[in-house]
């Protein structure tokens, strides 16, 4: 089936101001790297709830080479933001892991600035009118496990979740963004290797694997795996169930799984 930007945007703007009114919220808060997720998100939101409800947050970890496109991605939606450097806070929590002899590992290392930069996030959105932390992620990145639990896998609600990378380019296309928002190379921002060199494959080929089911058989396998091992950073927290009522009307099955 050909995607259509258009006809997906009409439901998809319906669904943000639902979801809104279920969180209690008004203002979307949004981090702001200048890459086609969080530009996309960001004008989304402009359409949805207006520019005086968007509020950007830049989050550079000490000198960002290329905060420039954050800087103009804001200026170019004309939102609300501010930039909160992360420096400090990150390398205090590795300094004191240090002095209580816990030597922080790579992935504390690649993941610890994703939570830090959500901590933010939340921290923002709590000081402002309804303010409600919207995810930046896509079905690309989120297929493979290429986020950080609590960290950038986070949010209130995701409206590109079930987008993948190229559609959320035609997205961000048909909401009139600039090129040079949509074509940035998404990097872990550490080792200033883009997302496909540390896959090992191109998020197109995960894309025509996951709309066609058509893919090269070297890299099958390293998809299926990284799939597999990841699904536990988008599971609803699990709870064990002791079997002692809860009489109460509850909307969810959160508190009885077995509720139909």
């Known amino acids: 089936m050909e995607f259509n930007p258009q006809m997906q945007l009409a439901g998809l703007l319906e669904w ?3 979801r809104m009114a279920a969180c209690y919220g008004k203002t979307a808060v949004i981090g702001i790297s200048g ?4 530009s996309t998100v960001a004008a989304l939101a402009v359409a949805a709830y207006g520019r005086e409800n ?3 947050v830049l989050m550079p970890n000490g000198v960002q080479p290329d905060i420039d496109y ?7 939606l004309n939102i609300p933001h501010t930039t909160i450097n992360i420096h400090d806070a990150v390398e205090g929590v590795l300094n004191e892991l240090k002095k209580a002899g816990i030597e922080p590992s790579r992935q504390t290392t690649v993941n610890l600035p994703s939570r830090v930069r959500m901590a ?3 921290a923002v959105a709590q000081s402002l009118p309804g303010g409600t932390v919207i995810n930046t992620s896509n079905l690309s990145e989120d297929w493979v496990g290429y986020c950080t639990i609590y960290g950038d896998s986070a949010g209130a609600f995701s409206p590109l979740g079930m987008y993948t990378t190229e559609e959320v380019i035609a997205l961000g296309r048909a909401l009139g963004l600039p090129e040079r928002f949509l074509i940035k190379p998404p990097s872990d921002g550490l080792t ?3 997302d496909e060199d540390n896959l090992g494959f191109t998020y197109h080929a995960v894309n025509e694997y996951i709309r066609r089911g058509v893919v090269d058989e070297k890299i099958k396998a390293d998809i299926d795996h990284k799939h597999a091992v990841s699904r536990f950073k988008f599971q609803t927290l699990p709870v064990y169930q002791n079997g002692l009522p809860i009489v109460l009307e509850e909307p969810t099955d959160y508190y009885n799984p077995d509720k139909k």
């Open 16 to 18: 943000m101001h639902e």
């Open 35 to 38: 890459g086609k997720d969080s």
């Open 54 to 56: 968007v509020f950007g």
């Open 70 to 76: 954050s800087q103009a991605l804001v200026e170019h």
């Open 120 to 122: 933010t996030l939340y």
């Open 192 to 194: 200033g290797l883009t």
